[in-house]
T-cell receptor
């Protein structure tokens, strides 16, 4: 399976600011996925990041709030913009490679 | 109705017990099935894939029933270290889309 390096692992941010989360994969993958996980809940897909095209967002998530970059086949960033306390959550990137989903270690975000 | 539904849990069992989780899915085009394990404050990790004929990995047995559209996970001789949340994942390969269940939490007690 792939190995993913995700950072930062955690952050505490002021409301109204933005945070960019990075994921680096040790293999080239066409699609990378960004999830959010509220405490005690399952994964919610935010968007699918495709190299060379715009990300595809799920219902309830918009590009202005969660802009995504995918400059190459091994790297992606997710920005949480204009944060509010409701954005406090764990954010995870993921890839599907060789019939296995591999996840980054997650970014635990607290907005105060 | 959710696309993937799991036993709500939580399951609290003593060490050595046998415990089973079920997961039902609504998309009949689903082709690949997995069980993932997520420890507290950690990312999900693949526990095992689920094959049509059923498969076993040590104390863990996974089964698929396509007619009834459910998969199951059986854990025998539970260990304290089995305490985690178990996520069912169903994938429609043609659509390139996977759906995660909400997870079932297992606590194994001494």
């Amino acid at each position: 399976s792939a190995v993913i390096s995700q950072k930062p692992s955690r952050d505490i941010c002021q409301r109204g600011t933005s945070l960019t989360i990075q994921c680096q994969v040790d293999s080239q993958v066409t699609m990378m996925f960004w999830y959010r996980q509220q405490p005690g809940q399952s994964l919610t897909l935010i968007a699918t990041a495709n190299q060379g095209s715009e990300a595809t967002y799920e219902s309830g998530f918009v590009i202005d709030k969660f802009p995504i970059s995918r400059p190459n086949l091994t790297f992606s960033t997710l920005t949480v913009s204009n944060m509010s306390p409701e954005d406090s959550s764990i954010y995870l990137c993921s890839v599907y490679l060789r019939t296995t989903y591999t996840f980054g270690s997650g970014t635990r975000l607290t907005v105060v | 109705r959710k696309e993937v539904e799991q036993d709500p849990g939580p399951f609290n069992v003593p060490e050595g017990a046998t415990v089973a989780f079920n997961c039902t899915y609504s998309n009949s085009a689903s082709q690949s099935f997995f069980w993932y394990r997520q420890d507290c404050r950690k990312e999900p990790k693949l526990l095992m894939s689920v094959y049509s004929s059923g498969n076993e990995d040590g104390r863990f047995t996974a089964q698929l029933n396509r007619a009834s559209q459910y998969i199951s996970l059986l854990i025998r001789d539970s260990k304290l270290s089995d305490s985690a949340t178990y996520l069912c994942v169903v994938r429609d390969t043609n659509a390139g889309k996977s759906t995660f269940g909400d997870g079932t939490t297992l606590t194994v007690k001494p």
